[in-house]
């Protein structure tokens, strides 16, 4: 099978509020199947200064916003 060339996006984000987002959704998904089942929606959009407004709802809701210059490239 060929190896895949692209990086995962949990290792090319580093850290700020990318990090914290995928940190959170990894846990809510791992808790979510821990339990037996879950639901879980997630929404983006462009804010001032083009900065990205994340929403991930799962009972709770946690909101991040991103700065562009974090964004994974």
């Given at each position: 099978?060929?190896?895949?060339?692209?990086?995962?996006?949990?290792?090319?984000?580093?850290?700020?509020?990318?990090?914290?987002?995928l940190?959170?959704?990894?846990?809510?998904?791992?808790d979510?199947?821990?339990?037996?089942?879950?639901?879980?929606?997630?929404?983006?959009?462009?804010?001032?200064?083009?900065?990205?407004?994340?929403?991930?709802?799962?009972?709770?809701?946690?909101?991040?916003?991103?700065p562009?210059?974090?964004?994974?490239?």
């Amino acid at each position: 099978m060929a190896e895949s060339r692209i990086t995962p996006l949990s290792q090319r984000a580093k850290g700020g509020q990318v990090r914290e987002a995928l940190d959170q959704l990894e846990g809510l998904i791992v808790d979510g199947l821990k339990h037996g089942f879950f639901e879980l929606s997630m929404a983006c959009e462009v804010i001032k200064e083009r900065k990205r407004q994340l929403l991930i709802k799962s009972g709770k809701s946690h909101k991040f916003t991103i700065p562009e210059e974090e964004l994974p490239r």
